[in-house]
Protein backbone atom coordinates (compact mmCIF):
# COMPACT_ATOMS: atom_id res chain seq x y z
CA UNK A 1 0.00 0.00 0.00
CA UNK A 2 1.08 3.62 -0.83
CA UNK A 3 -0.48 7.04 1.14
CA UNK A 4 -0.43 10.21 -0.31
CA UNK A 5 -1.40 12.44 2.47
CA UNK A 6 -2.08 16.34 1.21
CA UNK A 7 0.53 18.65 3.27
CA UNK A 8 -0.33 19.48 6.97
CA UNK A 9 -0.62 22.71 8.16
CA UNK A 10 -1.89 24.49 11.78
CA UNK A 11 -5.54 24.34 10.60
CA UNK A 12 -4.92 20.18 9.40
CA UNK A 13 -7.76 18.05 10.41
CA UNK A 14 -7.32 15.75 13.19
CA UNK A 15 -6.81 12.45 12.44
CA UNK A 16 -10.96 11.34 13.40
CA UNK A 17 -11.83 14.58 10.96
CA UNK A 18 -9.42 13.75 7.90
CA UNK A 19 -11.44 13.16 4.63
CA UNK A 20 -9.52 9.75 3.29
CA UNK A 21 -10.11 8.26 0.39
CA UNK A 22 -8.95 4.03 -0.26
CA UNK A 23 -8.93 3.33 -3.59
CA UNK A 24 -7.45 0.54 -6.08
CA UNK A 25 -8.40 -2.59 -3.86
CA UNK A 26 -11.42 -4.56 -3.18
CA UNK A 27 -13.79 -3.40 -0.97
CA UNK A 28 -16.39 -5.65 1.09
CA UNK A 29 -19.73 -3.88 0.92
CA UNK A 30 -23.20 -5.11 0.02
CA UNK A 31 -23.64 -1.27 -1.09
CA UNK A 32 -21.35 -2.38 -4.38
CA UNK A 33 -20.05 -5.84 -4.77
CA UNK A 34 -17.89 -4.50 -7.25
CA UNK A 35 -16.69 -1.63 -5.25
CA UNK A 36 -12.54 -0.97 -5.38
CA UNK A 37 -12.94 2.37 -3.25
CA UNK A 38 -14.27 3.84 -0.16
CA UNK A 39 -14.38 7.41 0.84
CA UNK A 40 -14.08 7.93 5.49
CA UNK A 41 -15.32 11.15 6.67
CA UNK A 42 -15.27 12.34 10.26
CA UNK A 43 -15.10 8.45 11.62
CA UNK A 44 -17.66 7.20 9.40
CA UNK A 45 -18.06 5.63 5.58
CA UNK A 46 -19.24 8.43 3.30
CA UNK A 47 -18.98 6.20 0.06
CA UNK A 48 -18.08 2.99 -1.37
CA UNK A 49 -18.09 2.83 -5.27
CA UNK A 50 -15.98 1.90 -8.00
CA UNK A 51 -12.24 3.13 -8.82
CA UNK A 52 -13.63 5.24 -12.22
CA UNK A 53 -15.83 7.59 -9.40
CA UNK A 54 -13.33 7.42 -7.10
CA UNK A 55 -11.52 10.32 -9.55
CA UNK A 56 -13.84 12.95 -8.34
CA UNK A 57 -13.09 12.23 -4.36
CA UNK A 58 -9.51 12.58 -4.74
CA UNK A 59 -8.84 16.55 -5.33
CA UNK A 60 -10.91 16.65 -1.52
CA UNK A 61 -9.10 14.09 0.40
CA UNK A 62 -6.86 14.84 3.36
CA UNK A 63 -5.44 11.10 2.12
CA UNK A 64 -5.09 9.19 -0.37
CA UNK A 65 -4.53 5.28 -0.01
CA UNK A 66 -3.57 3.36 -2.62
CA UNK A 67 -4.61 -0.33 -1.82
CA UNK A 68 -2.45 -1.96 -4.29
CA UNK A 69 -4.60 -4.94 -4.73
CA UNK A 70 -5.62 -5.50 -0.75
CA UNK A 71 -8.83 -6.44 0.32
CA UNK A 72 -11.02 -4.16 2.80
CA UNK A 73 -13.45 -5.53 5.08
CA UNK A 74 -15.33 -4.39 8.02
CA UNK A 75 -13.23 -4.84 11.23
CA UNK A 76 -14.62 -7.84 13.40
CA UNK A 77 -15.82 -8.58 16.36
CA UNK A 78 -14.44 -10.87 19.15
CA UNK A 79 -17.76 -11.40 21.33
CA UNK A 80 -16.19 -13.11 23.49
CA UNK A 81 -12.93 -12.08 25.50
CA UNK A 82 -11.40 -12.15 29.02
CA UNK A 83 -8.82 -9.26 28.22
CA UNK A 84 -6.54 -9.46 31.16
CA UNK A 85 -6.77 -13.21 31.16
CA UNK A 86 -5.86 -12.73 27.72
CA UNK A 87 -2.65 -10.78 27.98
CA UNK A 88 -1.22 -12.50 30.86
CA UNK A 89 -1.45 -15.50 28.86
CA UNK A 90 0.56 -13.80 26.31
CA UNK A 91 3.22 -12.23 28.32
CA UNK A 92 3.46 -15.26 30.63
CA UNK A 93 3.24 -18.83 31.18
CA UNK A 94 1.52 -21.06 28.52
CA UNK A 95 1.20 -24.51 28.16
CA UNK A 96 -1.11 -25.05 24.94
CA UNK A 97 2.14 -26.14 23.03
CA UNK A 98 3.07 -28.41 25.78
CA UNK A 99 2.50 -31.79 23.80
CA UNK A 100 2.85 -34.03 27.30
CA UNK A 101 2.45 -33.58 31.25
CA UNK A 102 6.74 -33.87 30.99
CA UNK A 103 7.05 -30.81 28.80
CA UNK A 104 4.57 -28.73 30.88
CA UNK A 105 6.11 -29.48 34.13
CA UNK A 106 9.57 -28.01 32.49
CA UNK A 107 7.61 -24.99 30.93
CA UNK A 108 6.84 -24.59 34.81
CA UNK A 109 10.33 -24.97 36.31
CA UNK A 110 11.76 -22.58 33.59
CA UNK A 111 9.14 -19.93 34.10
CA UNK A 112 9.74 -20.32 38.08
CA UNK A 113 13.41 -19.91 37.71
CA UNK A 114 12.77 -16.46 35.42
CA UNK A 115 10.61 -14.66 37.89
CA UNK A 116 11.28 -12.65 40.60
CA UNK A 117 11.18 -14.30 44.24
CA UNK A 118 8.31 -13.53 45.76
CA UNK A 119 6.04 -13.52 42.91
CA UNK A 120 3.03 -15.46 42.34
CA UNK A 121 3.28 -17.38 39.22
CA UNK A 122 0.23 -17.31 37.18
CA UNK A 123 -0.32 -19.51 33.90
CA UNK A 124 -2.67 -21.59 31.85
CA UNK A 125 -3.68 -22.99 28.64
CA UNK A 126 -3.09 -27.14 29.78
CA UNK A 127 -5.45 -29.69 28.30
CA UNK A 128 -4.65 -33.73 29.94
CA UNK A 129 -7.27 -34.77 27.18
CA UNK A 130 -4.30 -33.66 24.32
CA UNK A 131 -1.16 -35.68 26.67
CA UNK A 132 -0.40 -39.49 26.32
CA UNK A 133 -0.33 -39.42 30.12
CA UNK A 134 -4.15 -38.10 30.31
CA UNK A 135 -3.52 -36.99 33.59
CA UNK A 136 -3.71 -33.52 35.00
CA UNK A 137 -0.71 -32.46 37.02
CA UNK A 138 -0.40 -33.73 40.98
CA UNK A 139 -0.20 -31.38 43.64
CA UNK A 140 3.17 -32.68 44.70
CA UNK A 141 4.41 -32.64 41.08
CA UNK A 142 3.83 -28.52 41.21
CA UNK A 143 5.29 -28.15 44.36
CA UNK A 144 8.63 -29.24 42.99
CA UNK A 145 8.10 -27.14 39.67
CA UNK A 146 7.37 -24.57 40.89
CA UNK A 147 9.97 -24.72 44.11
CA UNK A 148 7.46 -24.06 46.36
CA UNK A 149 5.99 -21.02 45.18
CA UNK A 150 2.56 -20.18 44.90
CA UNK A 151 1.27 -21.36 41.23
CA UNK A 152 -2.42 -20.85 40.13
CA UNK A 153 -2.78 -22.86 36.57
CA UNK A 154 -6.68 -22.72 34.89
CA UNK A 155 -7.20 -25.64 32.69
CA UNK A 156 -7.78 -24.51 29.05
CA UNK A 157 -11.47 -24.05 29.46
CA UNK A 158 -10.61 -22.05 32.91
CA UNK A 159 -13.59 -24.01 34.62
CA UNK A 160 -11.24 -25.64 37.03
CA UNK A 161 -7.46 -25.19 37.90
CA UNK A 162 -4.56 -27.46 39.72
CA UNK A 163 -2.66 -25.22 41.85
CA UNK A 164 -0.06 -25.61 44.12
CA UNK A 165 0.22 -25.98 47.84
CA UNK A 166 1.62 -22.58 48.75
CA UNK A 167 -1.23 -21.05 46.89
CA UNK A 168 -3.69 -23.01 48.83
CA UNK A 169 -2.08 -21.92 51.93
CA UNK A 170 -3.27 -17.88 51.23
CA UNK A 171 -6.79 -18.96 50.87
CA UNK A 172 -8.31 -19.50 54.72
CA UNK A 173 -10.47 -22.05 54.65
CA UNK A 174 -10.39 -23.44 51.06
CA UNK A 175 -10.75 -27.05 51.55
CA UNK A 176 -14.25 -26.46 53.15
CA UNK A 177 -15.51 -24.94 49.71
CA UNK A 178 -17.68 -26.93 47.56
CA UNK A 179 -15.24 -27.95 44.35
CA UNK A 180 -12.11 -28.94 46.52
CA UNK A 181 -10.52 -31.55 46.65
CA UNK A 182 -7.15 -33.06 48.12
CA UNK A 183 -5.01 -34.24 44.50
CA UNK A 184 -7.84 -33.22 41.77
CA UNK A 185 -8.20 -29.85 39.69
CA UNK A 186 -10.46 -26.85 42.07
CA UNK A 187 -14.32 -26.37 40.49
CA UNK A 188 -16.49 -24.56 41.58
CA UNK A 189 -16.32 -22.03 44.90
CA UNK A 190 -12.54 -23.51 45.54
CA UNK A 191 -11.80 -22.60 42.32
CA UNK A 192 -12.88 -18.79 42.20
CA UNK A 193 -11.08 -18.42 46.10
CA UNK A 194 -7.72 -19.48 44.81
CA UNK A 195 -8.46 -17.48 41.62
CA UNK A 196 -9.17 -14.46 43.18
CA UNK A 197 -6.08 -14.72 45.61
CA UNK A 198 -3.99 -15.59 42.31
CA UNK A 199 -5.35 -12.57 41.25
CA UNK A 200 -4.69 -10.53 43.79
CA UNK A 201 -1.66 -10.62 43.62
CA UNK A 202 -1.22 -9.09 40.18
CA UNK A 203 -0.12 -5.66 40.53
CA UNK A 204 -2.23 -2.54 38.90
CA UNK A 205 1.12 -2.22 36.31
CA UNK A 206 1.42 -5.57 35.75
CA UNK A 207 -2.54 -5.94 34.62
CA UNK A 208 -2.14 -2.55 32.90
CA UNK A 209 0.12 -3.84 30.84
CA UNK A 210 -1.53 -7.35 30.07
CA UNK A 211 -4.76 -5.48 29.18
CA UNK A 212 -2.22 -3.83 26.64
CA UNK A 213 -0.92 -6.67 25.32
CA UNK A 214 -4.15 -7.94 24.86
CA UNK A 215 -5.64 -5.42 23.08
CA UNK A 216 -2.95 -4.79 20.87
CA UNK A 217 -2.90 -8.51 19.78
CA UNK A 218 -6.44 -7.76 19.08
CA UNK A 219 -5.92 -4.78 16.89
CA UNK A 220 -2.92 -6.86 14.81
CA UNK A 221 -5.16 -9.46 13.44
CA UNK A 222 -8.37 -7.11 12.37
CA UNK A 223 -10.49 -6.88 15.38
CA UNK A 224 -11.88 -3.66 16.06
CA UNK A 225 -13.87 -4.63 18.62
CA UNK A 226 -14.04 -7.02 21.66
CA UNK A 227 -16.87 -7.80 24.24
CA UNK A 228 -15.47 -8.17 27.85
CA UNK A 229 -17.08 -10.88 29.62
CA UNK A 230 -16.34 -9.37 33.08
CA UNK A 231 -17.69 -10.76 36.69
CA UNK A 232 -17.24 -11.37 40.68
CA UNK A 233 -16.36 -14.66 39.90
CA UNK A 234 -14.29 -14.34 37.23
CA UNK A 235 -12.21 -10.89 38.09
CA UNK A 236 -13.01 -8.24 40.16
CA UNK A 237 -14.67 -4.02 39.47
CA UNK A 238 -11.59 -2.32 39.44
CA UNK A 239 -10.16 -5.26 36.49
CA UNK A 240 -13.45 -4.27 34.53
CA UNK A 241 -12.88 -0.05 35.33
CA UNK A 242 -9.41 0.16 34.55
CA UNK A 243 -9.75 -2.13 31.16
CA UNK A 244 -12.78 0.19 29.94
CA UNK A 245 -10.67 3.29 30.79
CA UNK A 246 -7.69 2.07 29.25
CA UNK A 247 -9.45 1.49 26.38
CA UNK A 248 -10.93 5.31 26.40
CA UNK A 249 -7.47 6.87 26.77
CA UNK A 250 -5.38 4.58 24.01
CA UNK A 251 -6.39 4.07 20.43
CA UNK A 252 -6.94 0.61 19.93
CA UNK A 253 -10.10 -2.18 19.50
CA UNK A 254 -13.85 -0.52 21.08
CA UNK A 255 -14.48 -2.41 24.14
CA UNK A 256 -17.75 -3.31 25.31
CA UNK A 257 -17.93 -4.94 28.93
CA UNK A 258 -20.73 -7.22 30.32
CA UNK A 259 -20.45 -7.69 34.49
CA UNK A 260 -21.91 -11.12 34.96
CA UNK A 261 -23.89 -10.42 38.07
CA UNK A 262 -27.33 -11.53 39.09
CA UNK A 263 -30.01 -8.14 39.15
CA UNK A 264 -32.56 -8.26 41.47
CA UNK A 265 -33.92 -4.76 40.81
CA UNK A 266 -33.22 -0.84 40.07
CA UNK A 267 -30.39 -0.68 42.73
CA UNK A 268 -28.61 -3.22 41.15
CA UNK A 269 -29.28 -2.33 37.69
CA UNK A 270 -27.68 1.11 38.62
CA UNK A 271 -24.37 -0.95 39.73
CA UNK A 272 -24.08 -2.57 36.31
CA UNK A 273 -23.74 0.79 34.45
CA UNK A 274 -21.71 2.63 37.33
CA UNK A 275 -19.33 0.35 36.58
CA UNK A 276 -19.25 1.30 32.67
CA UNK A 277 -21.01 -2.23 31.57
CA UNK A 278 -23.67 -2.46 29.05
CA UNK A 279 -25.17 -5.69 30.41
CA UNK A 280 -25.76 -8.13 33.09
CA UNK A 281 -24.52 -10.75 30.71
CA UNK A 282 -21.44 -13.09 29.90
CA UNK A 283 -20.20 -15.26 32.83
CA UNK A 284 -23.61 -15.31 34.70
CA UNK A 285 -22.89 -19.42 35.28
CA UNK A 286 -25.66 -21.48 34.57
CA UNK A 287 -23.14 -24.30 34.49
CA UNK A 288 -19.63 -25.28 33.81
CA UNK A 289 -17.66 -26.58 30.95
CA UNK A 290 -17.65 -30.16 29.29
CA UNK A 291 -13.89 -30.46 29.53
CA UNK A 292 -13.91 -29.79 33.98
CA UNK A 293 -17.32 -32.52 33.66
CA UNK A 294 -19.30 -29.48 35.09
CA UNK A 295 -20.95 -28.44 31.95
CA UNK A 296 -25.09 -29.58 33.38
CA UNK A 297 -26.14 -32.58 31.41
CA UNK A 298 -29.53 -34.41 31.15
CA UNK A 299 -27.34 -37.60 30.98
CA UNK A 300 -24.75 -38.64 32.45
CA UNK A 301 -21.11 -37.90 31.00
CA UNK A 302 -19.15 -41.02 29.30
CA UNK A 303 -16.70 -40.97 31.60
CA UNK A 304 -17.76 -40.04 34.55
CA UNK A 305 -20.90 -40.76 36.70
CA UNK A 306 -22.61 -37.90 37.03
CA UNK A 307 -24.31 -35.27 35.04
CA UNK A 308 -22.24 -31.95 35.98
CA UNK A 309 -23.26 -29.28 37.97
CA UNK A 310 -26.29 -26.68 38.08
CA UNK A 311 -25.24 -23.13 39.35
CA UNK A 312 -28.44 -21.77 38.63
CA UNK A 313 -31.91 -22.86 38.04
CA UNK A 314 -34.99 -21.41 35.86
CA UNK A 315 -36.13 -19.42 38.61
CA UNK A 316 -33.06 -17.90 39.13
CA UNK A 317 -32.91 -17.20 35.31
CA UNK A 318 -36.37 -15.95 35.15
CA UNK A 319 -36.01 -13.48 38.03
CA UNK A 320 -32.48 -12.25 36.89
CA UNK A 321 -34.11 -11.66 32.93
CA UNK A 322 -37.25 -10.02 34.46
CA UNK A 323 -35.70 -7.42 36.06
CA UNK A 324 -33.10 -6.67 33.77
CA UNK A 325 -35.83 -6.49 30.88
CA UNK A 326 -37.63 -4.19 33.72
CA UNK A 327 -34.68 -1.91 33.88
CA UNK A 328 -33.81 -2.14 29.91
CA UNK A 329 -30.80 -3.97 30.71
CA UNK A 330 -29.41 -6.78 28.45
CA UNK A 331 -29.35 -10.22 30.37
CA UNK A 332 -27.31 -13.08 29.78
CA UNK A 333 -25.90 -16.41 30.95
CA UNK A 334 -23.08 -19.19 30.53
CA UNK A 335 -24.96 -22.30 29.23
CA UNK A 336 -22.95 -25.02 27.15
CA UNK A 337 -25.12 -28.47 29.18
CA UNK A 338 -28.22 -29.45 27.58
CA UNK A 339 -29.65 -29.36 30.89
CA UNK A 340 -28.15 -25.63 31.52
CA UNK A 341 -29.77 -24.48 28.56
CA UNK A 342 -33.32 -26.16 28.67
CA UNK A 343 -33.06 -23.82 31.87
CA UNK A 344 -32.16 -21.26 30.23
CA UNK A 345 -35.08 -21.59 27.85
CA UNK A 346 -37.64 -22.39 30.68
CA UNK A 347 -36.16 -19.20 32.56
CA UNK A 348 -36.57 -17.41 30.08
CA UNK A 349 -40.03 -18.09 28.49
CA UNK A 350 -41.00 -17.63 32.24
CA UNK A 351 -40.09 -13.82 32.18
CA UNK A 352 -41.40 -13.66 28.98
CA UNK A 353 -44.70 -14.36 30.57
CA UNK A 354 -44.31 -11.65 33.50
CA UNK A 355 -42.94 -8.88 31.00
CA UNK A 356 -44.09 -9.74 27.74
CA UNK A 357 -42.44 -11.43 24.94
CA UNK A 358 -42.17 -8.10 22.80
CA UNK A 359 -40.41 -6.94 25.75
CA UNK A 360 -37.93 -9.86 26.11
CA UNK A 361 -37.04 -10.01 22.42
CA UNK A 362 -36.45 -5.74 22.13
CA UNK A 363 -33.98 -6.51 25.12
CA UNK A 364 -31.40 -9.03 23.56
CA UNK A 365 -30.45 -11.08 25.73
CA UNK A 366 -27.97 -13.48 24.77
CA UNK A 367 -26.79 -17.19 25.83
CA UNK A 368 -22.50 -17.61 25.29
CA UNK A 369 -21.76 -21.09 24.01
CA UNK A 370 -24.32 -22.84 23.74
CA UNK A 371 -22.66 -25.70 22.97
CA UNK A 372 -25.23 -28.40 23.47
CA UNK A 373 -28.74 -27.08 21.62
CA UNK A 374 -31.09 -29.48 21.00
CA UNK A 375 -34.34 -28.74 17.83
CA UNK A 376 -36.61 -27.84 20.84
CA UNK A 377 -33.86 -25.31 22.48
CA UNK A 378 -32.89 -24.05 18.89
CA UNK A 379 -36.88 -23.42 18.44
CA UNK A 380 -36.77 -21.02 21.56
CA UNK A 381 -34.00 -19.84 21.56
CA UNK A 382 -35.58 -17.70 18.34
CA UNK A 383 -39.19 -17.50 19.27
CA UNK A 384 -36.88 -15.40 22.37
CA UNK A 385 -35.70 -13.39 20.27
CA UNK A 386 -31.92 -15.03 22.21
CA UNK A 387 -28.08 -14.17 20.82
CA UNK A 388 -26.35 -17.12 20.73
CA UNK A 389 -22.50 -15.87 21.38
CA UNK A 390 -20.85 -18.86 20.25
CA UNK A 391 -17.09 -20.08 19.81
CA UNK A 392 -16.62 -22.13 16.37
CA UNK A 393 -12.96 -22.63 17.63
CA UNK A 394 -14.12 -24.82 20.47
CA UNK A 395 -15.19 -27.26 17.28
CA UNK A 396 -11.95 -27.36 16.13
CA UNK A 397 -9.88 -28.01 19.01
CA UNK A 398 -12.11 -30.33 20.63
CA UNK A 399 -14.70 -31.81 18.07
CA UNK A 400 -14.59 -35.34 15.75
CA UNK A 401 -14.83 -38.41 16.76
CA UNK A 402 -11.63 -38.60 18.16
CA UNK A 403 -11.91 -35.19 20.19
CA UNK A 404 -12.70 -34.20 23.96
CA UNK A 405 -16.12 -34.21 22.69
CA UNK A 406 -16.34 -37.78 22.21
CA UNK A 407 -14.21 -38.86 25.02
CA UNK A 408 -16.87 -36.52 27.42
CA UNK A 409 -20.00 -37.29 25.88
CA UNK A 410 -19.27 -40.24 23.33
CA UNK A 411 -19.15 -39.82 19.84
CA UNK A 412 -23.00 -39.84 18.83
CA UNK A 413 -23.82 -36.80 21.27
CA UNK A 414 -20.70 -34.67 20.32
CA UNK A 415 -21.92 -35.02 16.86
CA UNK A 416 -25.18 -32.56 18.23
CA UNK A 417 -22.53 -29.99 19.08
CA UNK A 418 -22.52 -26.44 17.81
CA UNK A 419 -25.50 -26.82 15.45
CA UNK A 420 -24.72 -23.40 13.19
CA UNK A 421 -26.48 -24.14 10.23
CA UNK A 422 -29.54 -25.14 12.21
CA UNK A 423 -29.52 -21.98 14.73
CA UNK A 424 -28.88 -19.85 11.43
CA UNK A 425 -32.08 -21.95 9.28
CA UNK A 426 -34.23 -21.42 12.72
CA UNK A 427 -33.18 -17.61 12.62
CA UNK A 428 -31.38 -17.43 15.73
CA UNK A 429 -28.72 -14.77 16.21
CA UNK A 430 -25.08 -15.50 15.94
CA UNK A 431 -22.05 -13.12 17.41
CA UNK A 432 -18.63 -14.94 16.80
CA UNK A 433 -16.02 -14.99 19.03
CA UNK A 434 -13.07 -16.63 20.96
CA UNK A 435 -13.43 -16.95 24.60
CA UNK A 436 -9.54 -16.16 24.99
CA UNK A 437 -7.74 -17.25 26.40
CA UNK A 438 -9.65 -20.44 25.92
CA UNK A 439 -8.41 -20.56 22.03
CA UNK A 440 -6.50 -17.59 20.57
CA UNK A 441 -7.84 -14.55 19.14
CA UNK A 442 -7.39 -15.41 15.73
CA UNK A 443 -10.99 -14.29 13.76
CA UNK A 444 -9.97 -16.14 10.33
CA UNK A 445 -9.20 -19.07 11.69
CA UNK A 446 -12.71 -19.05 13.38
CA UNK A 447 -14.83 -18.11 10.24
CA UNK A 448 -12.72 -21.34 8.45
CA UNK A 449 -13.89 -23.16 11.96
CA UNK A 450 -17.55 -22.69 11.24
CA UNK A 451 -17.64 -23.09 7.58
CA UNK A 452 -15.45 -26.35 7.97
CA UNK A 453 -17.24 -27.67 11.06
CA UNK A 454 -16.13 -31.40 12.49
CA UNK A 455 -19.95 -32.12 11.81
CA UNK A 456 -20.42 -31.59 7.88
CA UNK A 457 -24.01 -30.69 8.13
CA UNK A 458 -23.33 -27.89 11.12
CA UNK A 459 -21.21 -26.06 8.74
CA UNK A 460 -22.30 -22.51 7.58
CA UNK A 461 -21.20 -20.63 4.47
CA UNK A 462 -18.27 -18.39 4.63
CA UNK A 463 -20.21 -15.19 4.18
CA UNK A 464 -22.69 -16.20 6.90
CA UNK A 465 -20.00 -16.90 9.47
CA UNK A 466 -18.48 -13.98 8.44
CA UNK A 467 -21.58 -11.93 9.03
CA UNK A 468 -21.52 -13.57 12.62
CA UNK A 469 -17.97 -12.67 13.32
CA UNK A 470 -18.76 -8.86 12.02
CA UNK A 471 -21.93 -7.45 11.80
CA UNK A 472 -23.37 -10.12 14.23
CA UNK A 473 -21.37 -8.85 17.46
CA UNK A 474 -22.92 -5.30 16.38
CA UNK A 475 -26.12 -6.70 16.69
CA UNK A 476 -25.28 -8.65 20.19
CA UNK A 477 -24.95 -4.94 21.62
CA UNK A 478 -28.21 -3.48 20.07
CA UNK A 479 -26.48 -1.78 17.02
CA UNK A 480 -27.83 -2.72 13.64
CA UNK A 481 -26.11 0.37 11.67
CA UNK A 482 -22.35 -1.17 11.99
CA UNK A 483 -20.16 -3.91 11.15
CA UNK A 484 -20.93 -3.46 7.91
CA UNK A 485 -19.03 -1.17 5.15
CA UNK A 486 -22.21 1.43 3.61
CA UNK A 487 -22.46 5.41 3.65
CA UNK A 488 -23.10 6.17 7.10
CA UNK A 489 -21.33 3.14 8.94
CA UNK A 490 -18.64 3.83 11.38
CA UNK A 491 -15.29 3.54 9.68
CA UNK A 492 -14.13 0.23 11.61
CA UNK A 493 -12.30 -1.72 9.01
CA UNK A 494 -9.58 -3.98 8.39
CA UNK A 495 -7.08 -3.75 4.99
CA UNK A 496 -5.96 -7.65 4.24
CA UNK A 497 -3.37 -9.07 1.92
CA UNK A 498 -4.90 -12.39 0.50
CA UNK A 499 -5.14 -14.23 -2.46
CA UNK A 500 -7.50 -14.41 -4.57
CA UNK A 501 -11.54 -13.74 -3.61
CA UNK A 502 -14.15 -16.42 -3.55
CA UNK A 503 -17.55 -17.43 -3.15
CA UNK A 504 -17.77 -20.40 -0.43
CA UNK A 505 -20.65 -23.08 0.05
CA UNK A 506 -20.61 -25.16 3.05
CA UNK A 507 -21.22 -28.15 0.34
CA UNK A 508 -22.98 -29.17 -2.45
CA UNK A 509 -26.52 -28.50 -0.94
CA UNK A 510 -26.09 -24.39 -1.29
CA UNK A 511 -28.06 -23.39 -4.57
CA UNK A 512 -25.73 -22.98 -7.15
CA UNK A 513 -26.73 -19.65 -7.90
CA UNK A 514 -25.68 -17.75 -4.50
CA UNK A 515 -21.59 -19.00 -5.63
CA UNK A 516 -21.84 -17.64 -9.17
CA UNK A 517 -20.22 -14.17 -9.24
CA UNK A 518 -23.22 -13.06 -11.67
CA UNK A 519 -25.07 -12.81 -8.12
CA UNK A 520 -23.23 -10.18 -7.36
CA UNK A 521 -22.10 -11.56 -3.69
CA UNK A 522 -18.98 -10.12 -2.99
CA UNK A 523 -16.33 -12.05 -2.39
CA UNK A 524 -13.89 -13.40 0.56
CA UNK A 525 -10.64 -15.19 0.70
CA UNK A 526 -10.18 -18.91 0.10
CA UNK A 527 -10.66 -20.14 3.82
CA UNK A 528 -10.45 -23.71 2.62
CA UNK A 529 -8.61 -25.86 5.46
CA UNK A 530 -4.58 -25.76 3.88
CA UNK A 531 -5.06 -22.15 2.35
CA UNK A 532 -2.74 -19.15 4.06
CA UNK A 533 -4.91 -16.89 6.10
CA UNK A 534 -4.78 -13.72 5.30
CA UNK A 535 -2.74 -11.30 6.40
CA UNK A 536 -3.90 -7.81 8.56
CA UNK A 537 -1.79 -4.56 7.27
CA UNK A 538 -3.93 -2.32 8.89
CA UNK A 539 -6.86 -1.59 11.14
CA UNK A 540 -8.92 1.82 11.45
CA UNK A 541 -11.47 2.12 14.28
CA UNK A 542 -13.82 5.00 13.93
CA UNK A 543 -11.15 6.66 11.47
CA UNK A 544 -8.71 6.33 13.55
CA UNK A 545 -5.51 4.23 12.65
CA UNK A 546 -4.72 1.91 15.49
CA UNK A 547 -2.45 -0.73 13.94
CA UNK A 548 -0.08 -1.15 10.77
CA UNK A 549 1.66 -3.97 9.91
CA UNK A 550 5.40 -3.04 9.68
CA UNK A 551 6.75 -3.36 5.95
CA UNK A 552 3.36 -3.47 4.79
Not at 184 to 189: E, W
Given at each position: MTERTAPSSPSSPAPADRTVLLRGGEVHSPADPFATAMVVE??????????????????GADEVLDLDGALVTPAFTDAHVHTTATGLALTGLDLAAARTLDEALVLVREHA???PVGEVLLGGGWDSSRWPEQRHPSRAELDAAAGGRPLYLPRVDVHSAVVSTALLDLVPGVTGLAGYAPD??????AHHAVRAAAHRAVSPAQRRAAQGAALARAASLGIGTVHECAGPDISDEEDLTGLLELAAETPGPRVFGYWAQQVANAKDAR????????????????DGSLGSHTACLHQPYTDAPHTGTAHLDAAAIAAHVTACTEEGLQAGFHAIGDAALSAVVEGVRAAAERVGLARVRAARHRVEHAEMLTPQTIAAFADLGLTASVQPAFDAAWGGDDGMYAQRLGAARARTLNPYAAMLKAGVPLAFGS??????LDPWGTVRAAAFHRTPGHR?????AFTAHTR??????????AGVLVPGAPADYAIWRTGELVVQAPDDRVARWSTDPRSGTPGLPDLAPGAPL?????????GHTVHVRPNA
Open positions: RGHVAWVGSEGAADAFASAARAPLTGARIRELGAIGAAGDLFVDSPVTPVSVRAGGWRAVGRDDPVCLRTVVA
